[in-house]
Every structure is written in C-alpha cells, then in structure tokens.
C-alpha cells in the first residue's frame, strides 16, 4: 500500500504527464490551423519521435535482441509505473515482448478535455510515438497499437529483436 508521501508524488506525476499530453494537443490544433491536419500528425509525430530517440541510449545497451533485460530497465525506467500506466507483461520470450499498458495519463487528459472518438485516435497515434522513436533508436524493432475507439486500455507494444 502507498503511504500518503507516496500517493501524493503519483498524483504529481500523473499532472505532469497530462499536461504533457494538453501541450501535444494545442500544438496539434494549432499546426493544424496553420497548414492542415496531415501537416500537423507530420510534424508532431517528428518531434515526439525525436524526443523518443532522445531517451533510447538507456535500452540500447540490451540490443539488438535480450529482451528479457530490456524489459526489466523499461518497466523499471517508467516513473510510478504501476500506478500511472498499469503495464502488464502479455509474453516475453526471446522473439517478442509484448506489453499492454492499460492506463495512460495523455489519453486521461484528452479524454478530460473533451477529446473522443476519432480525434483522440489521431491523438493517441501521434502520442504513441514517442515509443518508436525510443525502441528504434536502441536498435529494437517495434509495432505499437494504440487505443482505438471500443478498445479498453490504451497502447500496445509489440517489441522484437532488431535488425543488429
């Protein structure tokens, strides 16, 4: 059980994190406005992937292909992991690591704001891939399912050995 100190830190992390997730969002609006949606996904999905990548050098070590320790410094690198995004371990074997994450503070905070249906799949996507950016770069190959309407949770990591 969490003490007070503990459950008060969780709460802070995860009010980081969703304003993260409104400041993805007003940026999207706004470049949206500017130059259109497809413009937009584009150059949100280059920054956030960028900002993936800029976070991978702690994974890389465990490539191309030790997904058992992979696994390990990830669940272990996500800040409050338990509580914030509830990931749970589908299989790691030494073809694939597949984790599904069944809460998420970003999808919490544009759900909040009013976002549904298919603008909070657009939003998720772009979101989502921050995780390209971070398992590419370490030299793991990945294929990512975010949430989509009538899914519960939210992402879904599919994480292989890479290309070496």
Known sequence: MATDNELLLIEQLRNAMKSRAL?????????????????????????????????????APHAPGDLAALKDTFLNFIPQGEHIFAPEVVQCTADELEIQFHRCPLKEAWL??????AALENLCDIGGVVDYGTFEKAGFSLRSETWKAGREGCCRLHITPGPG
């Open 23 to 59: 400041v993805y969002a007003a940026m999207y609006e706004e470049i949206a406005a500017e130059y259109g949606t497809d413009k937009a996904r584009e150059i949100c999905k280059r920054a956030i992937y960028k900002r993936g990548e800029a976070i991978a050098g702690v994974f």
């Open 112 to 117: 909040e704001a009013g976002y549904d249906g």
